[in-house]
Each structure stands twice: as structure tokens, then as C-alpha cells.
């Protein structure tokens, strides 16, 4: 019979060998996926709130729009989550996410996402 040491299992892995918990030497650990974001002031709570309001309207007719003709359905839920990414960085982070494979569209969001929030925070500029 062969008898196993527990000190194997417990110590330094092999010579060779790359225990699963340990990181290669080269490379940073992968704990999350991080995106670049561009840093935009937040928003007064009142138009974040008018803001989340408007993007889910839009969001439901674009899905309304897909099953009734004369709706642009994909356009609306586009715009839709375009308005609620302005005043939600957690949605701004899914859909870059999603447009990862559409880097024009990504830069367009990122554009309209800029500009709509400089409209909104125009005032404070002024103060």
C-alpha cells in the first residue's frame, strides 16, 4: 500500500505547478472587470429621479414598439437606455458592456451621455 503524506497537500505547490488561488507573476489579478468611465458630477437628486422617469417611459414603448407597427422598438429602447445610463452609472457600466462589439455606437452613447449631462449641469457652472 502506498501511503500519501498530508504535507503535499498543504504546503507549496510543485515545482512547476501553479496552484489555482495564486497569481502568475506577470499578470495583475482579474477580481473584476474594470471599465473605463469618464468622471461626471452626480446629478441633483430631482432630475436624476425626472431622468429615471423619462428612461423608463421610453424603455416601455420601445418594447411596446416592437410588437406594435409604427413604433421604432430598437431605436426606443436604445434612447431609452441611453437616458437612464446619464442617471445611472451602473447601467452606463452594462451598456458598455453590450456594446463592447460596437464601438461606434459605444462612443456615440458615450457622446450623447456627455453632452446631455453638460445641458443638465449648466447651472451650476454659472454660479
Known amino acids: 500500500m502506498v501511503e500519501v503524506s498530508q504535507a503535499g497537500r498543504t504546503g507549496a505547490p510543485a515545482p512547476g505547478r501553479v496552484s489555482l488561488h495564486q497569481a502568475m507573476p506577470d499578470e495583475k489579478p482579474d477580481h473584476h472587470r474594470t471599465f473605463k468611465r469618464p468622471h461626471l458630477p452626480s446629478l441633483h437628486i430631482g432630475v436624476r ?3 429615471l422617469g423619462i428612461g423608463w417611459v421610453v424603455l416601455a414603448l420601445g418594447f411596446a414598439g416592437l410588437l406594435l407597427p409604427g413604433l421604432q422598438g430598437i431605436l426606443l429602447i436604445i434612447l431609452g437606455a441611453a437616458i437612464l445610463s446619464v442617471a445611472s452609472e451602473r447601467v452606463h457600466r452594462a451598456l458598455k458592456a453590450l456594446l463592447r462589439r460596437w464601438p461606434r455606437v459605444s462612443e456615440r452613447l458615450d457622446h450623447f451621455r456627455q453632452a446631455l449631462h453638460d ?3 449648466r447651472h451650476k457652472k454659472a454660479d
Open 49 to 51: 429621479i425626472v431622468l
Open 119 to 121: 445641458k443638465l449641469t
